[in-house]
């Protein structure tokens, strides 16, 4: 019985020792998958980085490619839009066939050709003329039947032309709503891709590919992909086809997808690629998509995952030694533990403690520290402080202090917290907290004190402290809120700028200066910005507690807590609305500055168009007999000629180009009056005009075409303002003393105030801060051209004065105030009486065909004897050989190869005494003085009528006899 009890027991025993090694084996196993995970989840967090940088780094590469397309598809586009408007274009004759060779020769290196098509397809015009765009394969959505609506949008597509992939941009013409056919852009693919899709290649497996939202491929390295869908190029690949899709719908992003090699069936390879889309004219859009082969993309990780891999298995089998050396040294403590006193278990609890703790005896021996307080010291172990006076490390400014907490202590009594400054080795002092009591060590009263370094923590709340008197006086708006933009504190800045006190604001949501400027989607891209972690910077207009509006710039940062969750956000702004208002200031003068520049730059093609139509028209006159039935349509064509000439001065005038700017005495006065009863009879009865002039005689230095001009301009925009319901037109005019006005010109004199005050609705800030804006009009297309107030303004600054405007919801009111003269009024000549003749010989020097005809005819109907020549250095060689021939040399400014001064100097150099008139339609560095100081006898602006050429001819040719 005994025996088998005993081997029951055994086995029992045995099976136990089997279930617990069992259970260690499986503690292992639990143990080493664990580790492996612990060592596999890093690797992957690095391969999913490395794999996101990745695809940053192509996506900021495809986005260079997007941009610059977009850029130049933006640039063609508005260019195409202005071809399509312009009247040559639309009505197509020489002068659009002729914009159409500039451009094409201005963009050759882009442009293959240029097409202009009628109605029904035929082609009008192509330049080159040899070129066909209209061949090959066509990927642009088909377009619509050519007499649809006027909003049809540009069409763009990829064709093959000659064997080279070209893009088609085409859009419609419209003649008053309805098709006359359409203009077409060819360009070169090929110089697209290299210009914009050079960074993207195609090696060791990388695929990229460009499609139009209707999923055709238009560019890849494979040129038989072409004009296919994006789907059929890789089939069983739900990842590429989802790409696709993806491209197609316009999207942005990155994706995966896996590829059967060919010739490898059995082998799939993942790639990433990121796309995105290309915006285009029309609304419509391209796609861009690279993709990598993944061993790629972490071709720079096998080094460190091989390293890692390397580490693992080392760690795991040094932490299995050391379990197991631990095992074994365990078994050995375990004994040991159990034999330690009570205090020494104490005493190991109080080592590992973080805060420093320290025993001493009655007189202030010190028994014990702990690791803390030896770190504290740099003792390197506790037994160099054991038998040392505490007080021998307290700072001389507390010892006092001490001593009389250590009586408390004796006596058995707690003490508070305290800080006190103590002295370690190295003269080194520390800000501590101590906290002392009672303590019974080995059998014996003693004295344990627990103190803590908080040096650096009194630093951080002394810096904390400073902060906060920083932003307490600082001159910028500190707000901080919470993540749902309550606001938790803002700083004395904040009520100067806003009105808002602190009481008012905090609690309250930062929607509190919310202005209505920003719409909802401006402020829901700020809150994304912010809530994934990033810093938004910009500019926002807040209304003030007094509901003024105010600009500010604004920098908000997410604050994190110490687990990295966004908890506040803190918004440092500046008030910078008198920086706007300066901004726009210098936007409107550089605004006017460019317009300045194009009037500039047209004005003397323009008034050499003008040259040649008034100068026919003046030699059919003096061929026409006053009562012909032709006679007064001739009139009417130089009449009209003459208000082409009128509206150059116009433009010419507000960018204060003008160089026909003829200066006398005008009475104010009665050009009122003949202005207000010309008014009259153009107006309706509804609108009543009031005169109040003030004034009885006063003149003003000027052209009067300015002044009767600005007077109509003014006078037309208020009629135009009550045009619908009638009112009052007022016009004072009053005298202004000297000293009252605020222009240059006006500081030192007398003036006149001239008012111009209607009863129509008024005009809001905003349109008030544009009306002088050249060609800026409220009007409908058709009925303004937006220069009228445009000039007044160029004309009232030409004139050294100024003006402004007053409007409310009831009336408007222009002020302008000019300079007054003490100068007789000059009454200026018609030039109706019969032109002055002559039978000298006159040289007429102009590079324009038409030009040369007029002056031609003109002179020659005089009895001149006339030569002319467009090439002014063939007219110096016919001077130099002949020089006793001619009488006079009229020659034009601006001519190809030799401006018109510089003839002047060779012809002076040949032959000083010949005279010579020069003629320009526009130049920034001639006028009539600078002219005459190079030596010309004078300066003839065109365009130039019949009368004043043959009175300047006449003039100079008497001077020349005298």
Partial sequence: MKITIKAGFLSSCKNINILRNILRACLVLVMLGGLLVLFYLPYLAVKKKTIDAFNREQMMTIRQSALGLEHFFSMYGRALNYAASQPPVIHFNEIGRRMMADFYAIHKPWLIAITRRDRSGKILCRVPADRDGGQGRDTAPKSQNPAGAASLKPLIGVVMVQGHKCVRFSRPVFENNRSVGSITFLVSFDSLAKNFLQTMKENHGKRFWLINQQGIVLFCPKPEDFGHQIRSLITGSPGFQSLAEKMTAGGRGSATFMFRKKGDPGKRIKYHAVFMPITLPGNHFWSIAVSTPEDQVLANMQAFRNKWLAAAALAIGVLFLLCYALKRSMNRVDDEKRQRAAGEQLLRLLDISPIGI???????????????????????????????????????????????????????????????????????????????????????????????????????????????????????????????????????????????????????????????????????????????????????????????????RVSISPVRDMAGVITHFVAVKRDISHEVELEMQLQQAQKMEAIGTLAGGIAHDFNNI?????????????????????????????????????????????????????????????????????????????????????????????????????????????????????????????????????????????????????????????????????????????????????????????????????????????????????????????????????????????????????????????????????????????????????????????????????????????????????????????????????????????????????????????????
């Fill in 358 to 552: 320290i025993v001493y005896d009655d007189k202030g021996g010190l028994k014990y520290a702990n690791r803390s307080v030896v770190d504290l010291f740099g003792a390197g172990t506790g037994d160099s402080l054991i038998g040392r006076n505490v007080f021998a490390f307290v700072h001389p400014d507390y010892k006092k202090m001490v001593q009389e907490r250590f009586a408390d202590v004796l006596r058995g009594e707690p003490t508070d917290p305290a800080v006190i400054k103590i002295i370690l080795p190295g003269k080194v002092v520390k800000d501590v907290e101590i906290t002392s009591a009672p303590f019974v060590f080995y059998d014996r009263s003693c004295g344990m004190t627990i103190l803590q370094d908080v040096t650096e923590r009194l630093k951080a709340e002394k810096e904390q402290q400073l902060l906060a008197t920083v932003i307490e006086h600082t001159r910028e708006s500190i707000v901080v809120t919470d993540v749902e933009g309550n606001i938790e504190y803002v700083n004395p800045a904040f009520t100067r700028i806003t009105g808002y006190s602190r009481d008012e604001a905090i609690g309250q949501n930062q929607r509190l200066l919310k202005s209505g400027e920003h719409d909802q989607a401006f402020y829901e891209e700020m809150w994304a910005t912010l809530k994934r972690g990033a810093v938004w910077e910009g500019r926002l207009i807040n209304r003030k507690k007094d509901g003024s509006l105010y600009t500010e």
């Fill in 610 to 962: 003008l040259g040649a139509i008034i100068g026919f028209t003046d030699i059919s006159l003096m061929q026409s007999e006053a009562d012909s039935p032709i006679y007064k349509n001739l009139r009417n064509i130089r009449k009209a000629g003459f208000r082409a000439a009128d509206l150059v001065r116009q433009i010419l005038t507000f960018s204060r180009q003008a160089a026909d700017n003829r200066k006398i005495p005008v009475a104010v006065v009665p050009l009122l009056k003949e202005s207000l009863k010309l008014l009259r009879a153009s107006l309706p009865a509804t609108i009543e005009i009031v005169q109040h002039l003030n004034v009885s005689e006063a003149s003003v230095l000027a052209d009067p075409a300015q002044i009767q001009q600005m007077i109509m301009n003014l006078c037309t925009n208020s009629f135009q303002a009550m045009r619908e319901h009638g009112g009052v037109l007022t016009v004072t005019l009053d005298e202004l003393p000297a000293g009252r006005g605020s222009g240059a010109a006006l500081s030192g004199g007398p003036g006149i105030e001239l008012k111009v005050e209607d009863t129509g609705p008024g005009m809001s800030p905003k349109i008030i801060d544009r009306i002088f804006e050249p060609f800026f009009t409220t009007k409908e297309p058709g009925f303004a051209t937006g220069l009228g107030l445009s000039v007044v303004h160029g004309i009232v600054h030409d004139l050294g004065g100024t003006i402004s405007v007053e409007s409310d919801e009831h009336r408007t009111c222009f002020t302008i105030r000019l300079p007054v003269i003490e100068k007789p009024v000059v009454v200026q000549n018609t030039d109706e009486d019969q032109p002055p003749g002559g039978s000298e010989s006159v040289l007429i020097v102009d590079d324009e065909q038409a030009i040369r005809e007029t002056c031609h005819m003109m002179l020659s109907q005089l009895g001149y004897n006339v030569t002319t020549s467009g090439d002014p250095r063939e007219a110096l060689a016919l001077i130099e050989r002949q020089k006793d021939r001619f009488d006079l040399v009229i020659a034009d400014q601006t001519m190809p190869g030799m401006t018109g001064l510089e003839l002047l100097h060779e012809i002076l150099r040949i032959r000083p005494g010949l005279p010579v008139i020069l003629c320009t339609g526009f130049s920034e560095q001639l006028d009539e003085e600078s002219a005459l100081r190079e030596g010309a006898r004078q300066l003839l602006l065109k365009p130039v009528t019949c009368m004043r050429l043959a009175e300047s001819v006449r003039n100079v040719l008497d001077a020349k006899s005298s």
